[in-house]
C-alpha cells in the first residue's frame, strides 16, 4: 500500500508546492523592483503628493508622483509598498489620490497620461488594507483625449467610499456600484472646478481655478472666500471641517492655512491664519509644496495635519511637529521578502529542470521535425533577446532626443506667435478667464489648432513675469514680481499660478537673463513625470517679459517606446511560431501522404484520410481566422443603427447569419455529398467558400458582409462535415486529438497574420489576403478528394436517414449532452470569438494586441493538446474529464468578472485556453462512443448543426453581456454553465452506478 501511494503522494506535494511558490511570487511581484535588506532597513520618502488615515491609524502614502503606495503602521513601520506598473494582477500609472474606508480598504484614483499632458484613461482602484488588489470600481479609456479626468474627487462619508464626476452641468455623486446617488446642478462645474470637497450628500464646497471658494447645493451656489483678490495667494487644496472652516494650502507662499468664513463675512482682517510653515527655512524658495493634505479634527482649535512633500511629512498639530523621512520596513514585510525570495528560487530550479527535461527529450527524439522546429524557436527567442537587449537603451536615447528637437521648433513656432501685448492684463490669479487671458489662450490654441508635426502631442505653458515700475526691470526676486501661467489646454491647478520664485539661484532666473533656453528631460510632479523646453520669452525691446514651456508626458513617450519594442518582439516571436506551425502540419501531412500513397493501389489516386484532414482544415481555419481577431471590431464599425438594438448585437448579427445558414445547410449536408459525389461537391462547397470570402473583401458594406459570410459559411460547412464523417469512420481519440490541434493551429496562424498585417495593412486589405489564400482549398480539393464506391455511398445514405433523427436526438444521453454540456461549451467559445476584441479595446489594447492575445490561448491550447487529451483520457471518465474542463472554463470567466484589468484577462485567457486544450476532443470522443450515435447514424450533421445553435447564440449572450454589467452577467453565465455541466456529470454518473452494479 505504501509502495503504491507513495509516488502518487510525492507528486501530489510537489505540485503543491510549485503552485504555491507560484501564487507567492505572483502576489507579491513588486518585491523584484525594492529590497528590504538595502539601504541600512530603512525607506526613504520621496515626491508624496498626497495621503489618508485608516481606522487603525495608519499612514497611506501616494509617492514618488504617483508611482508607489506605501502604509504605514503605528511604530512608523511600512506593512507594505505597492508599485505601480510592475504587478501581474493590476498595476496602476499614476496614483493622484487615496482614501480609505472603515474596513481599511484603499481607493486610489488612477490617471495615466497621453502626449502632451492629456488624459488617455482613469480608474479607481480598491485594494484591501494588505495591499492585495480588489477591484476596479470606475475605468474610462478616452479616445479623444481629455484636458482634465472626469473623476475629480473620492472621499468616504460615514465610512463609505462615494466618488465625484462633473461636467458642464453639473457634479454627480456616484457609489462603489458607479450608481449616481445624487446630482447637484452647477453650470460650467467641469471647467471651473479646480479642487472639491464634501461635508455631506447634499452639498459640495469648490474651489475654482480662479482661486474661490463656492458653497454649492443642489439648486444654489455663494462665495465663501476669495483671499487672492486682495493677495497673491493661491489655493490648491483644501478641506472643511465639522465646523465649516476650512483648511487649505497655498502654492504662492507654501503655507498651509486655517480661516473662519464667518470671521471673512464680517469683515475680519484676519480671517486666515497661518497653521504651518518650513521654520527650518527662512527662504520661501527652500519651503516644501503642500499639494494635499489629511485633517483629523479633535477638541482643540488647531486640527492635526498631516501633509505630504518631497522628501518630507509634516504631521502637525497644537502640541507639536514632526517631520518623517524615513520609515523602517516591518518585521512581517521582511519574512514575505525572504520567502518570496526562496518561491523564487524554487520556480528557478523548476525551470531550469524544465529546460534539462525538454532538452534532453528534443535530443532523444527521432523526429527531424520536431528537432527543427525546437531550433527555430530557441534561436529566434536567443537573438529577439539580444537585440532588444542591445537596441533598446539606444532606441530610448534616439527618440527622446528626437523628442527633443521638436520641442525646440515648437517652441520658436510660439514664440514668434505669441501676442506680447495681450500679457497686460494678466497679473493674479483672480484674473483667471477674464478678456486678456482669453485673448492669450486663444491665440495658442489657434497655433496648436494648426496640426502642425513638430507641435502635436506636446502641451504648451506661457508664463508672464510681472514687475512693479518702482523695481529695475533686470531684478527678478520673489519681493517684486509675480510668475503668472497660462494653460492652453489644461488648466490643471489653476488658471494663473506661481511656479517658482525667481532668485538669482534658479534656473528660471538664468534663463531669463541670459535668453537661452533649457532642456529637462525628466521632471517628476504631482501630475507625472515630463520632459520639457523653457524658453524665455523677448518682446521687440529685447527683454524678457516671461517664459514659454513645451513639452509631453515622458510616462506616455516611455510607454509608447516600450509598445513599440514589445510590439518588435512579439511579432518576430509571432513569425517564429507562424513558421514552427506551418512546418508542422506539413510535415504531419507529408508523412500522412505517404502512408496513405503506400496502403493505396498503384493505379489508385491518393484519397484523403483522416490524418491527411488536418492540412484541409488547418488551410479553411487559417483563412477564416485572418480576421477574426478584428472582425467584430470591424462589423461595428459598419454597422447600422436599427430600433433600439444595441451597436453589439448589430455588430454579431453577420456572425449569427453566417452559423444560422450553414446550420440549415448541415441537415442536408450527407445527402448533397451522397447527390454530387464527393468529388463535385467539394469544388462547388470550396468555390462557395472563396467566393463569400472574396464578396466581403471586395465591398465594405455591412450587408455585404453578411452576404459573404453565409455564402463562405455554406460551403464550409459541408467541407467540414466530410471531415467529421472522416473521423467518425475511424473513431480515434488520436484523430480526434489531431483534428482538434489542426483547428487550433489554422487559428493561431491566422490570428498571427492578420495580427502582423494590421501593423501595415488595413481590416480591407486583410480580407482580400484571407480571400486570396483561400483559393488554396480548391487546389486541395483537386488533388485529394475523390468520390468513394458506390456501396460506402449507399451506407451513408442509409446512416442519414431522416426517421432516426428525432430518436437520436431525444435519446436520453444524447439530449442531456446536447443541452447540458455541449451547447454550453460551444456558446463560451463566443468568450474569445467575440467578447475578448470589445473588452481588449475597452481596456486600451489595440487591434494587434487583441489578435496576439487571442493567440497566447491558441498557442496554451496546442502546446497542451495532446498531452491533456491523453492525460485526462487515461486516468478519468470523459464525463469527469468533460466536467473539469467546464470548471476550467467557468474558473476563467469569473476571474474576469471578479478583475477586469489586462493582465487578468491575459491569465484568464491562459486558463481558457487550458481547458479547450482538451475539453472538445473529449466531447468528441465522449459523443462518438454514445450507443445512439452509432444506432440511429447522421450523428455528424446533427452533431454539426446543434454545434451552429450554440455559435449562434454565443455572439447574442455575450452581447448581452458586454452592453450590460460586464462583471455581474459574466458571472451568472459562469453559474449557469457550471449548474448545466453538474447536471450532465450526474446522469452520467448515475449510468456508469447502474453499469457498475450490472
Known sequence: MIKIFKPLWTKICGLLIIICAAGFTLWNFDFFYFYPFLNSRKYTVEDSISIAINSNDEMVIIDSSGSKIISVNKNNE????????????????????VCCDKNGNIYIHDVKRAEGNKVDSESILKFSSNGFFLKKIFNANYKDKLKNSEVIKIFTIDNEFYYVTADSIGFYIKNLENEIIKKINYENAKL???KCDIQSLDEITVLTKSGEFIKVSENNSFLIYNRSRETNSIPIYFKVLSDNRIVYSDINDRRI????????????????????????????????????????????????????SSEVILDFNSEEENYYDTFKYSKKLIINYILFCISVLIIFIIFIFLIIFISKKIIKSKSFVVKVCSLVFIGTVFLTVIFCAISFENFNKRMTDELVKKAQVATAIVQENIPYDEFEGINKNSHFMNEDYKKLRSAIKGIFSKKNDFIDNFYCTVQKITKEDSIPESVYNTDNCVVSAVFDTNETYAGIYPLFPYTEENVEYEILTSQKPMTFT?????????????????????????????????????????????????GIASIAILLILLVLEISIFMNSKKEAGRLAAKKEKIKMNAPMSRMFAFIIYVSINMVSG?????????????????????????FIAETFFGMIVLFLGNKFINFLGKRKCAIICGMLFAAGLTLKALIPNFWILMLGGIISAIGKSILLLMINNLLIAEDSSDAYAGYNSSVLNGATCGIITGSFLLNWLSYIQ???????FSLSVIYFIFLYIHDAKQKEEQHENAKDELSGIFKFIFSKKVFIYFLASFIPIIICASYTDYMLPFEGEKLGLNDSYIGYLYTVGSLCSIALGNFMTNLVSSKMKDSVAILLGTCLTSFSFFLFAKFQTIPMLIISILIFGISNSFLYSIQSKYYASLESVKKYGGSSAIGSVVESVGYILGP???????????????????????????????????????????
Open 630 to 654: 478584428f472582425a467584430p471590431l470591424y462589423s461595428i464599425s459598419i454597422a447600422p443603427q436599427i430600433g433600439n438594438f444595441s451597436k453589439e448585437f448589430m455588430a454579431s448579427m453577420p
Open 522 to 570: 525628466s521632471i517628476s510632479t504631482q501630475e507625472g513625470t515630463f520632459i520639457f523646453v523653457l524658453s524665455p520669452l523677448i518682446n521687440s525691446s529685447g527683454k524678457s517679459v516671461g517664459l514659454v514651456e513645451i513639452g509631453t508626458s515622458l510616462d506616455a513617450f516611455e510607454a509608447e517606446n516600450s509598445k513599440f519594442m514589445i510590439s518588435l518582439f512579439l
Open 766 to 772: 486583410i480580407y482580400i489576403i484571407s480571400a486570396f
Open 257 to 308: 492655512y486655517i480661516f473662519d468664513p464667518m470671521e471673512y463675512q464680517n469683515g475680519s482682517e484676519d480671517a486666515a491664519n497661518l497653521v504651518i510653515i518650513d521654520k527650518s527655512s527662512e527662504d520661501i524658495n527652500e519651503c516644501p509644496l503642500y499639494y494635499k493634505f489629511f485633517v483629523e479634527e479633535n477638541k482643540s482649535d488647531l486640527p492635526r495635519i498631516i501633509a505630504p
Open 78 to 97: 511600512i506593512t507594505f509598498l505597492k508599485l505601480g506598473k510592475t504587478s501581474p494582477i493590476e498595476d496602476f500609472n499614476s496614483a493622484s489620490d
Open 192 to 194: 471651473n472646478t479646480l
Open 956 to 998: 447574442i449572450v455575450f452581447s448581452f453581456i458586454i452592453t450590460n454589467q460586464t462583471s455581474k452577467n459574466l458571472t451568472l453565465l459562469c453559474v449557469a454553465v457550471l449548474i448545466l455541466s453538474l447536471i450532465f456529470f450526474l446522469f452520467s454518473w448515475n449510468k456508469h452506478k447502474i453499469k457498475a452494479r450490472t
